[in-house]
């Protein structure tokens, strides 16, 4: 599966924006989702992820309360959305797809495809 993540940009502090990523090929129901960030000077974090069906989501504790996983399987898409957006938010943003996942791991190294990125930045 490749992965097109977009919808990145110039915020300011208390805003929301969506983040997406597409999905080629026609299995992506059978990936399970993820998406990462990378702040300048830092190691690549986890930030949410879902399961297959989406009926499951799993998020890190910084952004559990305004931030939201969603997917369209239909349409090969999976969705960010970030409210009350922070200027520690302000990161290049990457979708991941982990093929027959069960776990919503929160390990990079679980994933087995990634996206270009899409940089958010948060102004205060």
């Known amino acids: 599966v490749q992965l097109q993540a977009s919808g990145g940009g110039l915020v300011q502090a208390g805003d929301s924006l969506r983040v997406s990523c597409a999905a080629s090929?026609?299995?992506?129901?059978?990936?399970?989702m993820g998406w990462f960030r990378q702040a300048p000077r830092k190691e690549r974090e986890f930030v949410a992820a879902?399961?297959?069906?989406?009926?499951?989501?799993r998020y890190t504790d910084a952004v559990k309360d305004r931030f939201s996983i969603s997917r369209d399987n239909a349409n090969n898409t999976v969705y960010l959305q970030m409210n009350s957006l922070e200027p520690e938010d302000t990161a290049v943003y990457y979708c991941?797809?982990?093929?027959?996942?069960?776990?919503?791991?929160?390990?990079?190294?679980?994933?087995?495809?990634w996206g270009q990125g899409t940089l958010v930045t948060v102004s205060s």
């Open positions: 991941a797809a982990e093929e027959g996942g069960v776990v919503l791991s929160r390990n990079p190294g679980a994933y087995t495809h």
């Open positions: 090929g026609r299995t992506f129901s059978s990936y399970v």
């Open positions: 879902i399961s297959r069906s989406g009926g499951i989501t």
